[in-house]
């Protein structure tokens, strides 16, 4: 008598072993579900205050606006990534931060950018911060000047020209050395001119890489010319300085 074959149990799929468990499983996504469509939609996290902090040249007015924050919507759900962008667009606005505090509170924390010099381009003035962000339109006499021709601008609009980058890093090397200077140029040469308050002319040529060297004399020959009338100091060749008077 042949023996037989024990039969083989089917191993049950997963969908088997979670039918006792499939009313729990609907009652738990609805809960979660309510408990969502619950926290978008209540009141509770609509933005009860808007603080703006840091600005001084931008009104607080104009900075909501541009927010542009539904006070209707959660503000748990909106993109503060955008908001952050469409405050910084503001021209004076440099780096804007935001920040959310539970439960319905947000802060617009900003820097704002500063007037650093002014662009003379034919009868065009553009003031330009650091970055040489266009910040307006306009004089500016306390501020220095810097001489290039460049294209139409628009405010918010940052300035391309590496002419104008030049000289915003070589007078930054003046002014670390204490030089003072109301405008700076290029010549038809390409050479660097600066112009002091009292109208000296200093003429630094067009080599960068011994600049450091050429303006740590300035300051000594100034010095030693007091109470002369100077046209100009020539520094083109800085081992043989020139100083014209008038």
Known sequence: MSKRKPVARRKRSAADRLKPFWILLVLFVAVVGLGGYYAATWPGFRANQIVVIGNRRVGAKEI????????????W??????????????????QVTIRRAFPASVSIV?????????????????????????????????????VVPISALAQGKDV????????RDDYDQLEGAHVIVKS????????LVAVTPRGVQILLGGDD????????????????????KIAAIDLRAPGTPVVRYK
């Open 64 to 75: 909501l606006h541009r927010a542009a924050i539904n006070r209707r919507i959660n503000i």
């Open 77 to 94: 759900l909106q993109n503060m990534r955008a908001v952050a962008d469409r405050v910084a667009a503001i021209p004076d606005v440099g």
């Open 110 to 146: 900003l820097r704002e950018r500063h007037p650093f010099a002014v662009i003379l381009s034919g009868n065009k003035k553009i003031v330009v911060d650091r970055d040489l962000r266009v910040l307006d339109f306009g004089a500016a006499p306390t501020l220095p000047q810097f």
């Open 160 to 167: 391309k020209d590496e002419r104008v980058a030049r000289l």
């Open 184 to 191: 700076m140029r290029y010549d038809r040469f390409g050479d």
């Open 209 to 228: 890489e011994d600049l450091a060297r050429k303006i740590s004399l300035i300051g000594p020959i100034l010095s030693q010319t007091a109470g002369k």
